[in-house]
């Protein structure tokens, strides 16, 4: 008899453990409370134009990557996928001339070595740390005790390359973002390297600079959206059970050990209201950690790591806005604001947009489909408008805002903004569970990366995959953790895990 797996959450992890239990040989039910699978790895249409809410680069499209095998491996990436790769990944202006930030390192570098010889010292030192760094990738490799049918080892030549690298993560874990940029003497290079949040340590803008240049940032056809359906596929073509709208209560766990979970009631769909009770003989947790610790269960979870995620973690929050206009507008955009956009007790200096006018089916023709992202915890914000009815006014005085700027920047937009749409914490929140609408783990200075083991001693059967189980998170995260997660299961019951379908063959869309 096939062994009982219940995943909650449908994102990216809880389709990366659904798919690769249900090929190990396991019966799998993959809950998700909202309509559609992919959980923060989505999009949306409004009015004609389609927005990115993740993708907006992915890493492991590079196919020489350890990664892009377990997007392969998941259907997340196929054969018949076209992977963009773009020229320029950021850009900003300078008297009148773009300054590109390309993925190319050594355009980038001698771009910049035209413009500010004096700072040529330290862009030769940039190109030296970056150029070190692209020899770092995520360790994959499988769990320890279980059976693999294509086992994952790391090898002493990886480790041996990476070593040297060490004594530098440390040095730039102590340096902020902001820290880091102020060193050029050049205003525009120091713009162009501050496109992360200024709190942000050096090594993360180190590793975008070195997944940039290794060609490993390109935007798969058709997105997020496109991506989660090829996962959705791949998991029900392998007799996997999906079931949308479709919320769990609490995980049931009696004498230590996992039973099933309860149904919220008046949520299914694929199952009667009676029982409201699915039996398991394991359940993986991907739900995001934080909301789900205290959503549940109804018995405390005294493992020290879950309890040190739960009190340490620094969630990213943001608020999402979609713009989409009837012209044309450049491909890179980003500047300085000379009246600042102020909302939620937050001020706004500088913005960019990511425009994906270039890719088919984005908007109508002669259109461009706008993103930016506006980091910083508004949730509270966003909460106490809710309650006090005025959320929709607040929306709206920020998309306000938001075409001010726009029309001020490029004159042909007035009268052409046909949609602003905006996505709060709360609206992540509401379609996803996570805690405060959060997608990513804030690493700032000092802080040591984390890696969480996914597994308690205190229940047997119980797994948890997902963003949080690795800092800063993302979703190359949410995909590991999520095979993690399934190779705990098998270990449980010693059954091979299977990293790959029997026939060797990926469905082409």
Not at 486 to 500: G, H, I, N, Y
Request: glycine content about 8%; proline content about 5%.
């Amino acid at each position: 008899m096939m062994r009982k797996v219940i995943v909650i959450g449908a994102g990216i992890a809880g389709l990366s453990a659904a798919i690769y239990a249900q090929r190990s040989g396991f019966d799998v039910t993959l809950c998700e409370q909202h309509y559609r699978a992919g959980g923060m790895c989505t999009g949306w249409k409004r009015k004609g134009y389609l927005f990115e809410g993740t993708a907006h680069w992915l890493a492991g499209t590079n196919p020489e990557t350890e990664l892009h095998q377990l997007w392969r491996e998941t259907g997340a990436l196929t054969d018949a996928t076209n992977i963009f790769l773009r020229d320029a990944f950021h850009a900003v202006e300078w008297e009148g001339q773009t300054v590109n930030l390309y993925c190319d390192l050594e355009k980038t570098v001698a771009q910049l070595r035209l413009l500010s010889p004096p700072d040529e010292k330290a862009l030769s030192r940039l190109a030296r740390d970056v150029k070190s760094f692209s020899c770092m990738q995520m360790p994959i490799f499988d769990i320890k005790g279980v059976r693999a049918q294509n086992p994952r080892r790391p090898s002493l030549a990886t480790l041996m390359k990476m070593l040297p690298v060490l004594p530098k993560l440390l040095r730039w874990n102590r340096i902020t973002c902001k820290a880091y940029a102020e060193q050029f003497r050049h205003p525009a290079i120091r713009r162009l390297f501050r496109f992360l949040p200024d709190s942000r340590s050096l090594t993360s803008l180190i590793a975008i600079l070195a997944t940039l240049n290794r060609g490993d940032a390109g935007y798969p056809e058709g997105g997020s959206l496109a991506m989660v359906d090829r996962m959705t596929k791949t998991f029900e073509a392998m007799g996997g059970q999906l079931l949308l709208k479709t919320r769990v209560k609490k995980v049931n766990i009696e004498g230590g050990k996992v039973t099933g979970v309860t149904l919220e009631t008046g949520n299914t769909t694929g199952v009667s209201p009676e029982p409201r009770f699915l039996p398991a003989d394991a359940v993986i947790v991907t739900q995001e950690t934080m909301a789900a610790v205290d959503q549940l269960f109804d018995i405390s979870l005294n493992d020290k790591w879950l309890k040190h995620l739960c009190e340490n973690t620094k969630p990213v929050v943001c608020t999402f806005v979609c713009v989409g206009i009837r012209a044309e507008l450049p491909r890179m955009l980003a500047w300085e604001l000379p009246e600042p956009i102020t909302f939620a007790g937050i001020t706004v200096s500088k913005i960019g947009f990511d425009n994906y006018a270039e890719y088919e089916g984005y908007a109508p023709k002669g259109c461009t489909p706008l993103t930016s992202v506006l980091t910083g915890d508004t949730y509270h914000f966003w909460k106490k408008a809710k309650d006090e009815g005025r959320y929709t006014e607040e929306k709206q005085k920020l998309a306000n805002q938001i075409s001010r700027v726009i029309r001020d920047k490029y004159p042909q937009t007035e009268g052409a903004i046909e949609v602003i749409d905006i996505a709060t914490p709360l609206t992540y929140e509401r379609y996803t569970g996570a805690h405060h609408g959060s997608w990513m783990s804030i690493v700032g200075v000092g802080d040591k990366m984390k890696v969480y083991p996914g597994f308690l001693k205190s229940v047997e059967g119980l797994y948890f995959a997902g963003h949080r189980l690795m800092t800063p998170g993302g979703l190359p995260v949410a995909l590991h953790t999520g095979r993690k997660a399934a190779q705990m299961v098998c270990r449980q019951f010693d059954v091979l895990f299977k990293s790959k379908p029997d026939s060797h063959v990926l469905p082409d869309s």
